[in-house]
Protein backbone atom coordinates (compact mmCIF):
# COMPACT_ATOMS: atom_id res chain seq x y z
CA UNK A 1 0.00 0.00 0.00
CA UNK A 2 1.12 3.55 0.02
CA UNK A 3 3.39 4.95 2.31
CA UNK A 4 2.71 8.40 4.25
CA UNK A 5 4.87 11.58 3.04
CA UNK A 6 6.57 12.24 6.38
CA UNK A 7 7.91 8.95 6.70
CA UNK A 8 9.20 8.80 3.84
CA UNK A 9 13.23 8.35 3.28
CA UNK A 10 15.51 11.52 4.45
CA UNK A 11 12.43 13.11 6.15
CA UNK A 12 11.90 11.18 9.26
CA UNK A 13 12.86 13.53 11.87
CA UNK A 14 14.01 10.77 14.56
CA UNK A 15 17.52 10.22 13.48
CA UNK A 16 17.40 7.06 12.20
CA UNK A 17 16.49 6.93 7.99
CA UNK A 18 12.96 5.20 8.74
CA UNK A 19 10.62 4.18 10.93
CA UNK A 20 11.81 1.27 12.51
CA UNK A 21 15.65 1.68 10.62
CA UNK A 22 18.61 1.45 12.93
CA UNK A 23 20.46 4.45 13.71
CA UNK A 24 22.96 5.83 10.90
CA UNK A 25 26.19 8.46 10.86
CA UNK A 26 24.83 11.83 10.80
CA UNK A 27 21.56 10.98 12.86
CA UNK A 28 21.76 14.39 14.44
CA UNK A 29 22.14 15.88 11.22
CA UNK A 30 19.59 14.80 9.47
CA UNK A 31 17.01 16.01 12.23
CA UNK A 32 18.86 19.56 11.82
CA UNK A 33 18.32 18.95 8.19
CA UNK A 34 14.91 18.02 8.45
CA UNK A 35 13.29 20.71 11.24
CA UNK A 36 15.60 23.18 8.51
CA UNK A 37 13.00 22.50 5.72
CA UNK A 38 9.93 23.09 7.29
CA UNK A 39 10.15 27.17 8.14
CA UNK A 40 6.80 26.95 9.69
CA UNK A 41 5.22 27.31 12.67
CA UNK A 42 4.25 24.04 14.17
CA UNK A 43 1.20 26.28 16.03
CA UNK A 44 -2.07 27.03 14.88
CA UNK A 45 -3.95 30.32 15.84
CA UNK A 46 -6.98 29.98 13.68
CA UNK A 47 -9.72 27.62 12.85
CA UNK A 48 -12.66 27.34 10.57
CA UNK A 49 -16.27 28.04 12.62
CA UNK A 50 -18.79 25.10 13.30
CA UNK A 51 -21.53 27.41 13.87
CA UNK A 52 -23.80 29.52 11.92
CA UNK A 53 -26.09 32.79 11.46
CA UNK A 54 -29.54 33.06 10.52
CA UNK A 55 -31.36 35.65 8.75
CA UNK A 56 -31.99 37.17 12.44
CA UNK A 57 -28.27 37.56 13.35
CA UNK A 58 -28.62 34.85 16.07
CA UNK A 59 -25.01 32.61 15.98
CA UNK A 60 -26.04 28.61 16.33
CA UNK A 61 -24.83 25.50 15.25
CA UNK A 62 -28.57 24.27 14.72
CA UNK A 63 -31.62 26.31 13.77
CA UNK A 64 -34.98 24.62 14.22
CA UNK A 65 -38.42 26.34 13.49
CA UNK A 66 -41.77 25.38 15.30
CA UNK A 67 -44.44 23.95 13.04
CA UNK A 68 -47.75 22.78 13.59
CA UNK A 69 -49.21 19.92 12.71
CA UNK A 70 -52.77 18.55 12.61
CA UNK A 71 -52.85 15.17 12.48
CA UNK A 72 -56.66 13.35 13.26
CA UNK A 73 -57.93 16.31 14.68
CA UNK A 74 -55.11 16.68 16.90
CA UNK A 75 -52.92 19.82 17.08
CA UNK A 76 -49.11 18.64 17.17
CA UNK A 77 -46.02 21.41 17.79
CA UNK A 78 -42.99 19.65 15.33
CA UNK A 79 -39.26 21.55 14.77
CA UNK A 80 -38.19 21.38 11.82
CA UNK A 81 -34.83 21.87 11.05
CA UNK A 82 -33.93 24.86 8.74
CA UNK A 83 -31.37 24.31 6.35
CA UNK A 84 -31.52 27.54 3.86
CA UNK A 85 -30.61 31.26 4.28
CA UNK A 86 -27.68 30.14 7.03
CA UNK A 87 -24.20 31.80 6.81
CA UNK A 88 -21.19 30.32 7.79
CA UNK A 89 -19.32 31.57 11.08
CA UNK A 90 -15.98 32.23 8.85
CA UNK A 91 -12.60 31.90 10.69
CA UNK A 92 -12.17 32.09 14.43
CA UNK A 93 -9.04 33.26 16.27
CA UNK A 94 -8.13 30.57 19.38
CA UNK A 95 -7.75 32.12 22.74
CA UNK A 96 -4.43 29.19 22.99
CA UNK A 97 -2.10 28.72 19.77
CA UNK A 98 -2.52 24.45 19.26
CA UNK A 99 0.19 22.64 17.97
CA UNK A 100 -0.51 21.31 14.10
CA UNK A 101 -1.90 18.05 13.90
CA UNK A 102 0.47 17.19 11.05
CA UNK A 103 3.76 18.27 13.54
CA UNK A 104 6.09 15.31 13.33
CA UNK A 105 7.99 15.35 16.68
CA UNK A 106 6.96 14.05 20.31
CA UNK A 107 6.62 16.51 22.60
CA UNK A 108 5.80 13.92 25.64
CA UNK A 109 6.12 10.77 26.07
CA UNK A 110 4.68 8.82 28.87
Known amino acids: ?13 FG ?5 GSEG ?4 QALARARGLCSATPFVFTRR ?3 YYDEDGDLA ?10 KNG ?4 KLKRIHKNLI ?3 IVKLEHPRIHVDFPVIICEV
Not at 16 to 20: A, E, T, V, Y
Not at 25 to 28: R, S
Open 49 to 51: GSM
Open 1 to 13: MGASGSKSRGLWP
Open 61 to 70: HEFYEETIVT
Open 25 to 28: PGGD
Open 74 to 77: RKRA
Open 88 to 90: PQG
Open 16 to 20: SGGPG
